[in-house]
């Protein structure tokens, strides 16, 4: 399965539908669910393109969500006919060079440089290499249709830690443990795990005598597993007993298990606190960046609507997945 690339990213606008046509160059035996000027979507199409949608996605929503779903699909066909009728006024053409690219960019970001496997992975998403070109040429015209429409966006420094503090919350960092793990296996009847104990302990005597852990575990035939920082709400009760008292670098006392018997280390405990400003910038950057283009699309999009004929008629679909409401 192809990534979704395909479909070109939000910032894009999606996916432009593409059953659009002039209906002059279409007889149309069905309702119409959207028109902007000329270019129509019916019920047939939109509940094609809905398929699609819904089937990249991995846990596909259902009831009002679904319902949602549809409402939001609908409202971006709207948005990406108009853009389309924009482009068509300025006598914006795609770069077929530009296509070429991108076609090869998706091919190699998808390990798909042999045709074959190529024309394959576009037939298990219902697609033509002509019909993945043509979508990333109406994409670059609805990208074009807004450029120069917006002014800069331009967020200082100052703004950012603003945002920052007003979602604070959202960097909280709980409280972790950063642990590793030792088992030293034991024969399947247990008739050795005394013996196997009495070496762990000696070893760990070792260790914290300043011999090496990791070649000291080598030496015992085991492996020094790296377990991360954990957050400690998401430990198991007796774990947060058993490494209560530990500090940092102690390691906790063996414990025959069902793999045999396990030695915790305590590497460090890390406090709760915030993820620091400079680790969220760039994040809230691009947040903020978008939310700004958003808006100023949806105006841009808003004033072109009062100078274009466009309808829809949403009162035609029923349930989750459109139809014709008889």
Known sequence: MLKRVLYLGAVL???????????????????????????????????????????????????????????????????????????????IVPDE??????????????????????????????????????????????????????RSTEITQEELKIFYEQDKDTYAVPAKVELQQM???????????????????????????????????????VELQELGAIPIQDLRPELVELLKPLGDGDFSDPAVTAGGIQVLRLVQRIQEGYQPFEEVEGEIRRRETERVFYEQRSGFIDRLKENYLVEVHSERLVGGGGGLDG
């Not at 296509?99 to 970001?109: T, W």
């Not at 798909?112 to 109406?138: I, N, P, V």
Request: net charge negative; glycine share 6%.
């Open 13 to 91: 606008l999606g996916l432009l539908v593409a059953a659009v046509v002039h209906g002059a160059e279409k007889e149309v035996l069905e309702a119409i669910l959207i028109r902007v000027n000329d270019r129509i979507v019916t019920i047939s199409e939109f509940e094609k393109r809905l398929d699609q949608e819904l089937a990249q996605t991995t846990n596909p929503p259902q009831g009002e969500a679904l319902l949602a779903f549809r409402d939001q699909l609908v409202e971006n066909l709207v948005n990406e006919m108009i853009l389309m009728e924009r482009a068509v006024e300025k006598n």
């Open 97 to 150: 060079g530009a296509i070429d690219e991108a076609v090869a960019g998706l091919r190699e970001e998808n390990d798909l440089q042999d045709d074959e496997l190529f024309k394959a992975a576009l037939g298990e998403s219902g697609m033509t290499e002509e019909s993945l070109r043509e979508r990333y040429r109406k994409s670059f015209m609805v990208q074009r249709a807004a450029q120069g429409e917006f």
């Open 183 to 221: 088992i030293f296996p034991v024969a399947a009847d247990g008739s050795d795990t005394e013996a196997v104990t009495s070496r762990v302990l000696a070893m760990l005597e070792r260790v914290e005598g300043g011999a090496d852990l990791q070649a000291e575990a080598t030496l015992a035939g």
